[in-house]
T-cell receptor, first 109, second 114 residues
Framework: GQQVMQIPQYQHVQEGEDFTTYCNSS?????IQWYKQRPGGHPVFLIQ?????EVKKQKRLTFQFGEAKKNSSLHITATQTTDVGTYFC?????????FGTGTSLTVIP | DSGVTQTPKHLITATGQRVTLRCSPR?????VYWYQQSLDQGLQFLIQ???????AKGNILERFSAQQFPDLHSELNLSSLELGDSALYFC?????????????FGPGTRLLVL
């Protein structure tokens, strides 16, 4: 069945290093969203990507949607301790909505 | 603060029991979604209601049921509870029935089944 896989599952980085999480779908997506969940908190919406090849930036965060609309990535430049949390992609196939498995980011000061 | 409220915040109960979780969506939002988050399963979509009607169903067990009331608040009923039902249950809301629309999550209800 439809699955949305995210890699890596866990990532530890030194503060100041870059971080990337990837989201892959087995089917073409209508759109994809990214959420961040801080430890002990609830998921918070970050961004939505709709168009093939779309790239959006939010300060140190860069989001990309693949040309085939089957994969997406979130890249954080020069991580800070405030970036700690789990990053989820959420994929809309048009019929179903799936959250990815999440990537848990730890930033070591 | 997302504007979505959930009660109770914590719930401890025994196997075989039944509990009801409550969610109030953001003002003006018509859609309510329920999710289960456990350590080994990630965030699992359970069910969506839109303006009182069931709109989409995910991995919701037959022991679980939900409804959305005329005032748009929603309740998730969990019965014949098992140890494996221990998890964080989130409610989210959005303005329309479109699942791809931004969802605003509540703080969650942490359920512990002993």
């Amino acid at each position: 069945g439809q699955q949305v896989m995210q890699i890596p599952q866990y990532q530890h980085v030194q503060e100041g290093e870059d971080f990337t999480t990837y989201c892959n779908s087995s089917t073409t997506l209508s759109n994809i969203q990214w959420y961040k969940q801080r430890p002990g908190g609830h998921p918070v919406f970050l961004i939505q990507l709709v168009k093939s090849g779309e790239v959006k930036k939010q300060k140190r965060l860069t989001f990309q949607f693949g040309e085939a609309k089957k994969n997406s990535s979130l890249h954080i430049t020069a991580t800070q301790t405030t970036d700690v949390g789990t990053y989820f992609c959420a994929a809309d196939t048009g019929n179903q909505f799936y959250f990815g498995t999440g990537t848990s980011l730890t930033v070591i000061p | 603060d997302s504007g979505v409220t959930q009660t109770p915040k914590h719930l401890i109960t025994a196997t075989g029991q039944r509990v009801t979780l409550r969610c109030s969506p953001r003002s003006g939002d018509l859609s309510v979604y329920w999710y289960q988050q456990s350590l080994d399963q990630g965030l699992q979509f359970l069910i969506q209601y839109y303006n009182g009607e069931e709109r989409a169903k995910g991995n919701i067990l037959e022991r679980f049921s939900a409804q959305q009331f005329p005032d748009l608040h929603s309740e998730l009923n969990l019965s014949s509870l098992e140890l494996g039902d221990s998890a964080l249950y989130f409610c989210a809301s959005s303005g329309t029935s479109t699942k791809g629309e931004t969802q605003y999550f509540g703080p969650g209800t942490r359920l512990l089944v002993l």
